[in-house]
């Protein structure tokens, strides 16, 4: 399996601009998260989707923030406008719930957000 | 889910054992303590779980004390390789996918 999939690996984009990340969770994963990654904040989550229906986004920063899983293979989480702020490492994870038992996250490779 | 204490940062000898410490005085019943490690530029790797019985796999040993108010990370024989900051978390199984809260950490510097 090729893991979860991201792109793009890097953004560089200015102020006020729309800024598109995506996840493409382990194939048969049925729960799919957000984190974000900051030296100030840390590894903190912003969303999480279970059977592609969201579940808990009190993480979720403002409203310039969305995310979408249209189906089981794909996730976007949206920024507009973008801030400097918002520079940060985005990780997409996903797992396979069943249940009462254990479940492993699977973390993708990141997507390294600059906004200027 | 409950609060987790760990060290900023620990140093080990390459080929020596990595014992890494965590505790959760609060941990409740129903809750498993996770370990996660995150490699430089990467993202966080699963490495092994337990409720209340030490654990052991291919990459580490789990040893949680009789209380379960704190655990200890062994890797056997910790190598370059394993340089990265060391997450203990402790969640309990809901039924449901539910999120991981990440502390601040251990950073372990292997060294040669």
């Known amino acids: 399996d090729a893991g979860v999939i991201q792109s793009p690996r890097h953004e560089v984009t200015e102020m006020g601009q729309e800024v598109t990340l995506r996840c493409k969770p382990i194939s048969g994963h049925n729960s799919l998260f957000w984190y974000r990654q900051t030296m100030m904040r840390g590894l903190e989550l912003l969303i999480y989707f279970n059977n592609n229906v969201p579940i808990d986004d009190s993480g979720m920063p403002e409203d310039r923030f969305s995310a979408k899983m249209p189906n089981a293979s794909f996730s976007t989480l949206k920024i507009q406008p973008s801030e400097p702020r918002d520079s940060a490492v985005y990780f997409c994870?996903?797992?396979?719930?069943?249940?009462?038992?254990?479940?492993?996250?699977?973390f993708g490779p990141g997507t390294r957000l600059l906004v200027l | 889910d409950a609060k987790t204490t760990q060290p900023p940062s620990m140093d080990c000898a390459e080929g020596r054992a990595a014992n890494l410490p965590c505790n959760h005085s609060t941990i409740s019943g129903n809750e498993y303590v996770y370990w996660y490690r995150q490699i430089h530029s990467q993202g966080p790797q699963y490495i092994i779980h337990g409720l209340k019985n030490n654990e052991t796999n291919e990459m580490a040993s789990l040893i949680i004390t009789e209380d379960r108010k704190s655990s200890t990370l062994i890797l056997p024989h910790a190598t370059l390789r394993d340089t990265a900051v060391y997450y203990c978390?402790?969640?309990?199984?809901?039924?449901?996918?539910?999120?991981?809260?990440f502390g601040t950490g251990t950073r372990l510097q292997v060294t040669l």
């Open positions: 994870a996903s797992t396979l719930s069943q249940g009462l038992a254990m479940e492993t996250q699977y």
């Open positions: 978390i402790v969640r309990a199984h809901t039924g449901t996918a539910s999120k991981l809260t």
